[in-house]
T-cell receptor, first 116, second 116 residues
């Protein structure tokens, strides 16, 4: 199993450009999520999904879109990049636990994004 | 609302000392899960432990131990006889099921420096 894969590993954008960060998992996990990590801010949840066709907003959703057409893929789209979106982005997936809630998350290696 | 607080932003200890990382959580749910993750300097996020709200037994794994106390809403992590390889950022996380939409919330992390 490849686990959770993310592409690209590094990306530099100019302000106003759009792009999609790719995330895929091969563990048949229902739960997938995107986080951004900034110095001193920990991991902040951007969007998450509890299954194909279902997405919801996290703490910091503005400027980002997601979709979940398949169980495996959960791309994150930046519609018009801004310098404030310079960050490290992590995708994660998890399986459900009996009785509700979710198991530990498996994280991808991260994408380091710089917006100039 | 759910919240995870890691009040210690940064800790430095000399190798072989014991160190405790604090985690305080807030939730109104009676069923929830708590996690600890490690992020070494290489950047990946590594799962360490999961604990559910009905199991207050402390856990020990080698030099690592966890103290879960529902009365104080805390889930503290102790490293005994610390080693330089323990230097990392450690995150505490909380998972609850809210209206069938689960969220996994992270604290801001504690950066641990183990000095040789």
């Amino acid at each position: 199993n490849a686990g959770v894969t993310q592409t690209p590993k590094f990306q530099v954008l100019k302000t106003g450009q759009s792009m999609t960060l790719q995330c895929a998992q091969d563990m048949n996990h229902e739960y997938m999520s995107w986080y951004r990590q900034d110095p001193g801010m920990g991991l902040r949840l951007i969007h998450y999904s509890v299954g194909a066709g279902i997405t919801d907003q996290g703490e910091v959703p503005n400027g980002y879109n997601v979709s979940r057409s398949t169980t495996e893929d959960f791309p994150l789209r930046l519609l018009s990049a801004a310098p404030s979106q310079t960050s490290v982005y992590f995708c994660a997936s998890s399986s459900p636990l009996a009785g509700g809630s979710y198991n530990e998350q498996f994280f991808g290696p991260g994408t380091r994004l710089t917006v100039l | 609302a759910q919240k995870v607080t890691q009040a210690q932003t940064e800790i430095s200890v000399v190798e072989k000392e014991d160190v405790t990382l604090d985690c305080v959580y807030e939730t109104r749910d009676t069923t929830y899960y708590l996690f600890w993750y490690k992020q070494p300097p290489s950047g990946e996020l590594v799962f360490l432990i999961r604990r559910n709200s009905f199991d207050e037994q402390n856990e020990i794994s080698g030099r690592y131990s966890w103290n879960f106390q529902k009365s104080t809403s805390s889930f503290n992590f102790t490293i005994t006889a610390s080693q330089v390889v323990d230097s990392a950022v450690y995150f505490c996380a909380l998972s609850v099921l809210v209206n069938r939409d689960d969220k996994i919330i992270f604290g801001k992390g504690t950066r641990l420096h183990i000095l040789p």
